[in-house]
């Protein structure tokens, strides 16, 4: 638009940007993320999340052994019926969790989208409303004198590009909720794996949790844009018995007032969220070694050089099982080789029986068990018989002879 009033124009131009990306963030908000981008932003996502499932079973199983030996005193305890069902269970959720998580996300996206639409359709709104000048104020500017017109410009330059830098803020927002997004859709076969220990569950449940509030936040800036439409329905009031130049003023400070009530609302949308669900940052905890013989030197997440080598070695055989037989049997099949793959490697890094590592209980299984025989016959030996002996038949022999 070009009212060849250069006031007029500053300030309808930077009104058609703000109604621009309003009508665009609600648009986006009512979208799913198969959908946005025309679907190619998904399609990455999708295939990264099925690379990544390969670490994710590695990871299930290492999980799921560290979680057996930090929760159980001795292996007596895991032959226990109960705790042994106990902990098959929670494995085979686990496993069930990592291999259709994507399908929980997209569920758990799709319920708050409902919630979404129900608030749209209960507030009656299907279209944002815009935000317009009021014709008094056109009225006003262009009855100004050159003179009278340079503060009136001044002051529309400074308010248009307020307008504009919050409009970029307001979209930026919204467009980083969408990326937040498919970050947690691309990365959740790694900490949903953590369910399988009991110790690591909390990642798994504060990643949910994480995940809830990043698609609660699309309900609250919904929400947001509702409480700013009934501001657009009562535009700023224009006092008509005020100078030009002070009507400018107050309608563009009032103006921007409401804009930026709707621009920290989307901006705060994740910290409303994160309060109502209570997500906080966890505490760093440094644990001691009950026993100080017990001590090995961390290299990486608390785990020693042994743990760190295995774990890798674990996570290699399973991403080689997934690349190399996906092409050829069935996911549910493949996840399976891949866990039993990794299983042997996570029993050599974390797994000890009565402080012997994993290839020496082993070893001493397979000496007492085949090597050595089964029935052990006890034979008791005389040494100072047998250093005597010589001697004794000495003298038994000259015994002999003189009774001969």
Same mark, same amino acid.
């Given at each position: ?7 007029? &124009?500053?300030?309808? *131009? ?6 621009? %990306? ?6 986006? @908000? ?12 998904? !399609?990455?996502?999708?295939?990264? *999340? ?17 979680? +057996? ?30 291999? =259709? ?14 919630? +979404? ?7 009656g709104l299907t279209v944002q409303a815009s935000v317009a000048m009021p014709e008094e104020m056109t009225a006003a500017i262009q009855a100004l004198t050159f003179w009278q017109s340079i503060p009136a410009w001044a ?17 930026? !927002?919204? =467009?980083?909720? #969408? ?7 691309? +990365? ?22 994480? =995940? ?19 501001? /657009? ?22 103006? +921007? ?5 709707? $621009? ?10 994160? &309060?109502?669900?209570? @997500? %906080? ?19 990486? #997440?608390?785990? *020693? ?12 055989? /399973? ?13 549910? $099949? ?19 029986? *009565? ?5 020496? #209980? ?10 050595m025989p089964k029935r052990l016959l006890f034979q008791p030996t005389n040494v100072y018989y047998e250093i005597l002996q010589p001697t004794i038949r000495k003298h038994e022999k000259e015994a002999q002879k003189k009774? &001969?």
């Open positions: 638009m070009n009212s060849g009033n250069w006031i007029i &124009d500053n300030i309808v *131009n930077a009104l058609n940007v703000w109604n621009d %990306k309003l009508q665009e963030i609600w648009q986006i @908000i009512t979208q799913s993320p198969e959908s946005f981008k025309g679907g190619g932003i998904w !399609s990455v996502v999708l295939n990264i *999340n099925a690379a990544l499932k390969a670490i994710g079973y590695a990871l299930l199983v290492l999980f799921f052994v560290v979680g +057996i030996v930090k929760t159980c005193g001795s292996f007596a305890e895991v032959k226990r019926p109960e705790h042994a069902a106990k902990l098959f269970i929670r494995f085979i959720l686990a496993k069930a969790v990592v291999g =259709y998580g994507l399908d929980l996300m997209i569920a758990l996206f799709r319920i708050v989208q409902g919630v +979404i639409s129900t608030t749209m359709n209960t507030a002051v529309s330059l400074i308010g248009s590009l307020v307008i504009i830098v919050l409009s970029f803020v307001m979209i930026m !927002s919204v =467009y980083g909720r #969408f990326f937040k997004l498919y970050l947690y859709t691309a +990365i959740a076969p790694i900490p949903l794996s953590a369910f399988a220990g009991e110790p690591s569950a909390n990642i798994g449940k504060s990643f949910l949790k994480s =995940y809830a509030a990043v698609c609660l936040e699309g309900a609250v800036i919904v929400l947001g844009c509702i409480v700013f439409s009934v501001f /657009a329905s009562s535009p700023p009031s224009v006092d008509a018995s005020a100078s030009p130049v002070a009507m400018v003023w107050m309608y563009m400070g009032e103006l +921007i007032f409401n804009l930026l009530v709707l $621009t920290g609302t989307v901006k705060m949308a994740d910290r409303v969220v994160r &309060d109502v669900w209570a @997500i %906080k940052g966890g505490n760093m905890e440094i644990k001691i070694n009950k026993e100080i013989r017990n001590y090995t030197e961390s290299m990486f #997440f608390g785990l *020693n050089a042994r743990q760190c080598i295995f774990s890798l070695l674990a996570i290699g055989i /399973a991403v080689a099982i997934y690349f190399g037989l996906r092409g050829y049997l069935g996911t549910e $099949t493949v996840s399976w080789l891949c866990i039993l793959g990794a299983a042997p490697f996570a029993a050599f890094g974390f797994l000890r029986y *009565n402080g012997m590592p994993a290839e020496k #209980f082993i070893a001493a299984f397979i000496r007492s068990e085949f090597l009774h &001969d």
